[in-house]
């Protein structure tokens, strides 16, 4: 979703994702309920090149967005599925 979007924004528009991620749908959330109850390790620390960086900034506008209007995230992500078909 973040990668989207930064393109997006930046007017890469033409560019598509080809890596297959077929967990993308899943919310981070769920991913590590699922993980913790699997006993897997989940590591939660930020990255220290995060802080103040274009990614840092899409990231938290679609949490806040999602929180104010959920279904936000996901509604992003197919739009961007659509408009990769095109491309």
């Not at 919310?27 to 309920?33: A, D, G, R, T």
């Not at 990255?47 to 949490?63: D, V, W, Y």
């Amino acid at each position: 979703l973040q990668d989207f979007l930064m393109d997006y924004f930046k007017g890469r528009q033409d560019k598509t994702d080809k890596r297959i991620k077929p967990l993308r749908t899943v919310p981070e959330s769920e991913l590590k309920q699922y993980a913790k109850f699997k006993g897997l390790n989940v590591y939660s620390n930020k990255h220290p090149l995060l802080a103040g960086s274009f990614r840092e900034t899409i990231g938290k506008m679609t949490n806040k967005l999602e929180k104010n209007h959920p279904g936000t995230k996901f509604a992003i992500l197919k739009s961007s599925d659509k408009l990769a078909e095109k491309i």
